[in-house]
């Protein structure tokens, strides 16, 4: 139901921004989304004349994912902000927090991944 | 000449909110900026994911005091997008106009910090008055003067009588005289322009690649308002996007301030044509599928991510406020500014770091 969502891979990403900032389209945001089965959805969103173009990569969490930020010079804050609430190991940011833009040392890590829960009875082991 | 950094904030007095700054500073020139924020994140969006739908409402109504209403709403239509609800005619109209309200509030809110920044109270103050009127009409409207609460998935919670529509367009002919009277003070006071003209020059070619966002983009010339894409009501509206092309921190005041005397003709025009009618339909079933929303705030656009797998919670809810896009536009301002500039400059992004880090 997203207008204009095209799912690419990794390897395109650079490529992809490359061409969205050659036709002239504006960075809005990017959106991480844990699918629940050890991948992580990422949605780069773009917008021109109030139209909308978006491209999805799905990785393995803990993945290791290019910054478009030397590109987009705006991506720098949610590439932090994914790094840190997802674990995606996003490199060459253009300003590098190293996990630490939100979040304290005493924080949880990767807070924004779904927990996985186990409860365990005496007698069960 | 030797470097030194200066830190601005988290708490300074010109910073309703805890923003910080690393200034790197040669003498009085900046020539870099590195941000520090992370002291309000409350983990909202988490916690949207353990709620129902329904009462993810109440929590995206609570990112934000200024602009409550506006999360609300682009929280709902995105939901009602994901389910196929259709709006009543009537709801769609009462949502622009406590949008519009809202816009007002918070421009006007903003004028008055903005004249509080360069030492002008009483300016301030007028700015403040004249938006208690506004912040009375949410009480009488909905019960309370700033999370008003008045969106619910299918329409709008409440109603307004044609009585109080009519008082409604009666206040908000007197904010335009009132702020008529203050004007020229902003538009051409001496020491208001020697503050403002000229200074946090951005281009805009940089506001675009930058991704500015609300008056900050149209403050450089980008005529880029959600407003035109026609939600809610405004489709059926006449309005033209307010744009001035210098960059700089008067440019953006000069936006703010014509943007309230907009407000006031789309509330107008919203209650001279608002249909009969109901203001909900009820909403059966649970979301299912992605869906991205957005809305014209009043600092600018807010996108919502939404994905619902059918059941009574989502499984992500993800909000992109304007001022998390207008700080890299920020960070790119500063270097070349005097430090005695930057309080001002701040307060021309109209940062909301309650939104930002939600």
Same mark, same amino acid.
């Given at each position: ?6 799912? +690419? ?52 969490? &803990? ?7 030397? +590109? ?14 997802? &674990? ?9 927090? &190293? ?23 005496? &007698?069960?082991? | ?358």
């Amino acid at each position: 139901m997203i207008e204009n969502l095209t799912d +690419i891979s990794v390897e395109q990403l650079l490529t992809e921004a490359h061409n969205m900032l050659f036709d002239d389209y504006r960075f809005i945001t990017a959106t991480c989304v844990d699918n629940g089965d050890e991948t992580l959805d990422v949605i780069y969103h773009f917008d021109k004349d109030l139209e909308m173009k978006n491209f999805k990569i799905r990785v393995q969490k &803990g993945a290791e994912v290019p910054s478009i930020s030397k +590109i987009y010079f705006c991506a720098l804050l949610v590439e932090n902000e994914m790094k840190e609430l997802f &674990g995606i190991n996003i490199t060459n940011i253009a300003i590098d927090y &190293g996990g630490h833009m939100l979040l304290s040392d005493d924080d949880l890590e990767s807070p924004m991944l779904r927990q996985q829960i186990t409860i365990e009875r005496k &007698g069960d082991k | 000449m030797p470097k030194t950094i200066i830190p601005f904030g988290p708490q300074h007095p010109v910073l309703p909110e805890p923003l910080h700054l690393k200034l790197v500073m040669q003498d009085e020139t900046i020539v870099e900026a590195i941000p520090a924020i992370g002291y309000v994140h409350r983990g909202l969006e988490k916690l949207t994911e353990t709620k129902e739908f329904t009462q993810n409402v109440y929590i995206v109504e609570r990112i934000c005091g200024i602009c409550s209403f506006m999360h609300a709403l682009t929280y709902c239509q995105g939901i009602e997008s994901l389910m196929g609800v259709e709006v009543p005619p009537r709801a769609r109209f009462l949502r622009v106009i406590w949008a519009e309200l809202h816009r007002i509030h918070s421009h006007l809110l903003w004028l008055g910090l903005l004249a509080d920044a360069f030492g002008f109270e009483s300016l301030f103050m007028q700015c403040w008055r004249n938006r208690e009127k506004v912040m009375d009409i949410m009480e009488e409207t909905c019960g309370s003067r700033v999370i008003i609460s008045g969106n619910t998935i299918g329409g709008t919670r409440r109603d307004i009588s044609s009585e109080m529509l009519v008082k409604i367009s009666s206040v908000a002919d007197e904010i335009r005289d009132d702020l008529k009277r203050v004007e020229p003070v902003f538009f051409n006071d001496y020491t208001v322009k020697h503050r403002l003209v000229g200074v946090g020059v951005l281009e805009r070619e940089k506001a675009y690649v930058l991704g500015a966002a609300g008056p900050m983009a149209r403050g450089s010339g980008i005529r880029q308002d959600l407003r035109m894409t026609g939600y809610a009501a405004y489709g059926e509206l006449d309005f033209e996007p307010i744009v001035e092309t210098d960059g700089d921190c008067y440019a953006r005041t000069m936006v703010r301030l014509k943007e309230v005397y907009q407000s006031i003709e789309l509330i107008k025009q919203a209650a001279s044509i608002i249909p009969e009618g109901e203001i909900s339909v009820p909403v059966k079933g649970f979301p299912k599928g992605e869906v991205v929303s957005r809305v014209e705030q009043p600092r600018g656009e807010v996108l919502y991510y939404m994905r619902g797998n059918g059941t009574k919670n989502l499984d992500r809810l993800r909000v992109r406020t304007p001022t998390f896009a207008n700080i890299p536009a920020l960070l790119q301002m500063l270097p070349g500014s005097q430090l005695a500039d930057v309080p001002v400059l701040i307060l021309t992004i109209d940062p909301c770091i309650s939104c930002t880090e939600r």
